[in-house]
T-cell receptor
């Protein structure tokens, strides 16, 4: 089974701190994604990556950056955490398919980040 | 702005009945559509994908797609208490395979024994 591992289940940080959220997948997937999930808003895409050292902005990239130095690892960085970044963060990965027959996201268990 | 709209519920259905979940999307060019299920405190998991107009059945689940009306639905037959979860509709607005999904806000479904 595909495993997507997020380094922390719960994290508490102070306003202005630099925060790193780590995600590792073990199935050699090309695609990796970072979402945040807030009540009433569903999942919103922050950043994604189709390959090592490659990144693309999602729908809400402001205040975030990412790093993908190795294929299996995708990091989300909050340069200066703010209270409005308190949220559940979900990492996901998927296999690149040229067609559309096997589009499936595998999610990690999530990191609940609280910024005080 | 690409949007996916769902009724947030909660939707309450008696055990054994059919649960019907609905979703509309804003971009006519979308080609792939998904239903994810999320249990409380857990991560989403894919239960259905659909790419062509019409119905697609998988066990007790049927996904329905109407591209002309920009409408996707999920039917759950013979609903079980274990189906109680939040159901997320997702639409791929990018090229097929790119999996750049936009999710709806989710519909919370409760199956009453």
């Amino acid at each position: 089974d595909v495993k997507v591992t997020q380094s922390s289940r719960y994290l508490v940080k102070r306003t202005g701190e630099k925060v790193f959220l780590e995600c590792v997948q073990d199935m050699d997937h090309e695609n990796m994604f970072w979402y945040r999930q807030d009540p009433g808003l569903g999942l919103r895409l922050i950043y994604f990556s189709y390959d090592v050292k490659m990144k693309e902005k999602g729908d809400i990239p402001e205040g975030y950056s990412v790093s993908r130095e190795k294929k299996e690892r995708f990091s989300l960085i909050l340069e200066s955490a703010s209270t409005n970044q308190t949220s559940m963060y979900l990492c996901a990965s998927s296999l690149w398919e040229g067609g559309s027959a096997n589009e499936k996201l595998f999610f990690g268990s999530g990191t609940q980040l609280s910024v005080l | 702005q690409k949007e996916v709209e769902q009724n947030s519920g909660p939707l309450s259905v008696p055990e054994g009945a059919i649960a019907s979940l609905n979703c509309t999307y804003s971009d006519r060019g979308s080609q792939s559509f998904f239903w994810y299920r999320q249990y409380s405190g857990k991560s989403p998991e894919l239960i259905m994908s659909i790419y062509s107009n019409g119905d697609k059945e998988d066990g007790r689940f049927t996904a329905q797609l109407n591209k002309a009306s920009q409408y996707v639905s999920l039917l759950i037959r013979d609903s079980q208490p274990s189906d109680s979860a939040t159901y997320l509709c997702a639409v791929n607005y990018a090229r097929p395979g790119a999996q750049k999904l936009v999710f709806g806000q989710g519909t919370r479904l409760t199956i009453n024994p």
